[in-house]
């Protein structure tokens, strides 16, 4: 049986790597010492929804954004709105018809290492038939 998660992450990675080097794009939040801007496929959370058709999924998926180029947010968010715009377009992957049905953009500070980071967290909510 094909997952939606699996699927929604496959989708998700090849659309981010249009814009995003594939060499920036994790599936796994990565140590020190690597290259900014790093973007970071995270949570995934999926529900069951039974429509007159038979079963479909809800999916929330996080995607988080690092940069520590702290002073340029407007370029950072550009970044972001950028990939949502992307993923907006597309409807259909690998069998599946999905929709997005929101999205949610956080931007704040990070002191989590020596340098000050943007991270920034794009909240998508699928639909999927």
Same mark, same amino acid.
Request: aromatic residues 12%; charged residues 30%; neutral net charge.
């Given at each position: 049986?094909?997952?939606?998660?699996?699927?929604?992450? +496959?989708?998700?990675?090849?659309?981010?790597? %249009?814009?995003?080097? @594939?060499?920036?794009?994790?599936?796994? &939040?990565?140590? &020190?010492?690597? %290259?900014?801007?790093?973007?970071?496929?995270? %949570?995934?959370?999926?529900?069951?929804?039974?429509?007159?058709? /038979?079963? /479909?999924?809800?999916?929330?998926?996080?995607?988080? *954004?690092?940069?520590?180029?702290?002073? +340029?947010?407007?370029?950072?968010?550009?970044?972001?709105?950028?990939?949502?715009?992307?993923?907006?377009?597309?409807?259909? @992957?690998?069998?599946?018809?999905?929709?997005?049905?929101?999205?949610?953009?956080?931007?704040? /500070?990070?002191?989590?290492?020596?340098?000050?980071?943007?991270?920034?967290?794009? @909240?998508?909510?699928?639909? *999927?038939?």
């Amino acid at each position: 049986m094909k997952s939606p998660i699996n699927d929604i992450i +496959k989708f998700t990675r090849k659309t981010l790597a %249009e814009i995003v080097d @594939e060499k920036h794009i994790y599936e796994y &939040l990565p140590g &020190l010492g690597v %290259e900014y801007p790093i973007v970071y496929i995270g %949570e995934c959370f999926s529900n069951d929804i039974r429509t007159k058709w /038979g079963y /479909g999924a809800a999916v929330t998926m996080r995607i988080h *954004f690092y940069s520590d180029e702290y002073t +340029k947010r407007g370029s950072f968010l550009e970044l972001i709105n950028k990939c949502l715009q992307r993923i907006k377009e597309t409807k259909k @992957e690998n069998g599946y018809r999905f929709s997005l049905k929101d999205s949610h953009i956080q931007v704040m /500070g990070d002191i989590s290492t020596e340098k000050l980071l943007l991270h920034g967290i794009l @909240e998508l909510d699928f639909s *999927f038939l």
